[in-house]
C-alpha cells in the first residue's frame, strides 16, 4: 500500500486515511523524503484526521520523517490529532515535544507559512 | 465469560488485524472512543512484541461479564526466548530494538490491570484487563 503524496506549490499534502501498518509507515517515510528532494518542496503537511491508532512504533516513524525532512530543508507539521490519540500517546509516554502540530491542515498551512517566512 | 477469540500473529500484518479485532470487540462490549483507542494501542504493543521478539505467537481476547464487572481481557502468548531482565523492559525508554522503549511500561499504563510471566527458553504471557466504567 502506498500512501498518495500531493503537490501544492512549494507544499506537500498528505492525509493518512488507513490503518497504518509498519511497513506502509516505512515505505511512506521513504517516499516522502524521495518527493522533498524530487519537488523541492519546502513545507509539508501531514494529516492525521482520519487516523485512530498511533502506537510506538508509528510515533517513531512520524518523529523520526520530521526530523529527517528537516536534515533536508522541509518543515513538516502534524495536524488533526484525535483526542484519543493525544490521550493514548500520552498515556504511552510518547510526548512528541518537537514535532510542530496544528489543530487542522487550514491552521497547518498557515503554520509552516508563519515559520518559512521567518 | 462470553467468548474467547484469537488471532495467530506470525506476519507483520497480524499486529493490525490483531487491533481491529480487539477495537471491533471493545466497541461491542461498550467502551467509548478513547479507550477503544488504549484497547488497540496496547494490542498493537502486545501483537509487536510477539512479531519482534518471538516470530510467532498469538493474541486472544475475551469478554468479560460477570456480576458488576464488565471488562476485555486480553492475553498475549509468545514460545519466544522469554525476557531476560523483566524489570528492565518494563522501564520507559528501554529499548534492544532501537524503538521507543515505550511499549510494555505504556501497556500497563494504557490498561487497569497488566500481569506478566517470563521464561526464558520457554515464552512469554501477558495478561492485561480493562474495566468499563
Not at chain 1, 518542496?41 to 485512530?52: E, H, K, N, Y
Not at chain 2, 481481557?73 to 522503549?101: H, K, N, R, Y
Request: aromatic content about 4%; charged content about 25%.
Amino acid at each position: 500500500m502506498r500512501i498518495p503524496i500531493l503537490k501544492l506549490h512549494n507544499y506537500l499534502l498528505i492525509s493518512i486515511q488507513i490503518d497504518l501498518d509498519d511497513q506502509t509507515a516505512i515505505q511512506f517515510q521513504e517516499d516522502l523524503l524521495n518527493k522533498i528532494h524530487s519537488s523541492g518542496a519546502t513545507g509539508v503537511v501531514i494529516d492525521l484526521t482520519s487516523v485512530d491508532i498511533i502506537d510506538s512504533f508509528i510515533a517513531k516513524v512520524l518523529g523520526d520523517v520530521v526530523t529527517m525532512s528537516d536534515l533536508m530543508g522541509a518543515k513538516v507539521v502534524l495536524t488533526g490529532i484525535q483526542p484519543a490519540v493525544a490521550m493514548t500517546l500520552i498515556d504511552l509516554g510518547i510526548h512528541m515535544q518537537d514535532v510542530p502540530t496544528a489543530l487542522d491542515l487550514e491552521q497547518g498551512l498557515i503554520k509552516l507559512r508563519q515559520e518559512l517566512e521567518e | 465469560m462470553d467468548f474467547q477469540s484469537c488471532v495467530n500473529i506470525k506476519k507483520e500484518w497480524d499486529i493490525v488485524g490483531a487491533r481491529q479485532l480487539g477495537r471491533d470487540i471493545a466497541k461491542k462490549i461498550g467502551f467509548g472512543t478513547v479507550d477503544q483507542a488504549r484497547i488497540a494501542t496496547a494490542i498493537s504493543e502486545l501483537a509487536r512484541n510477539i512479531y519482534l521478539y518471538a516470530g510467532s505467537g498469538k493474541v486472544c481476547f475475551e469478554a468479560i461479564d460477570d456480576m458488576n464487572h464488565k471488562g476485555l481481557s486480553i492475553i498475549a502468548v509468545d514460545e519466544g526466548p522469554g525476557i531476560e531482565e523483566l524489570s528492565q523492559v518494563m522501564e520507559d525508554g528501554f529499548s534492544t530494538s532501537g524503538g521507543l522503549g515505550a511499549g510494555l511500561p505504556g501497556v500497563k499504563r494504557l490498561m487497569d490491570e497488566f500481569d506478566i510471566v517470563s521464561e526464558q527458553g520457554r515464552g512469554t504471557e501477558i495478561k492485561v484487563v480493562k474495566w468499563l466504567r
